[in-house]
């Protein structure tokens, strides 16, 4: 969907990925993915690691109408940039859908649903598994050394620690499996 602009774009003046939005009181809490140069990320206010050269991953506190509705789901992704943003999320299903979309207008945004697919109850990972896989890997953590540790990215992630560390065995655990069970061994 391509929903308004979101707030976060007064703060970044470059395109980046909104990986996470929890709400956190009056505020939200963005996890987002962004490149761009040092000077350039030390003008936004938040908690960032540099994962390469040019790519920072971090959490900013925001105040948007956009991301105060999106928070209350599942988001893949927002790919953010200066003409759109274009959102995956994952919903329950066509009420679940039905309700987002209401919120947004009744908010003053008039979004484009771009694409609607059913969900793959066959799927190896869940949805917050292969969330949290995606973050990891883009973040670093599977690199050798790790760019970022497990607690930078639990908090990161606003989970503790063993969370986290449960949810990835689980999820490689599952990776894994299946690996094997398609090689039949």
Known sequence: MTPARPALLDLVKTSFTILDIKAEGN????????????????????????????????????????EEILSKYTIVHGIVNENSTVWTVILAGHQELKKMLSDLHQNGVDPKVLKVTKYKTDDILTARQEQVLR???????????????????????????????????????????????????
Do not use: H, M, W
């Open 27 to 66: 505020f939200q809490r963005a996890l987002i993915e962004i490149k761009c140069s040092e000077d350039e990320i030390k003008r936004i206010p938040g908690y960032f690691t540099k994962v390469s050269k040019l790519k920072y991953l971090g959490t900013v506190k925001i105040k948007g109408k956009v």
């Open 135 to 185: 973050i990891a890997l883009e973040a670093g953590y599977y690199e050798f050394p790790r760019k970022i540790t497990i607690r930078d990215l639990a908090e990161k992630l606003e989970v503790s620690v063993s969370s986290l560390s449960e949810i990835i065995r689980r999820a490689e655990k599952n990776v894994i499996v299946n690996y094997f069970d398609e090689k039949g061994l």
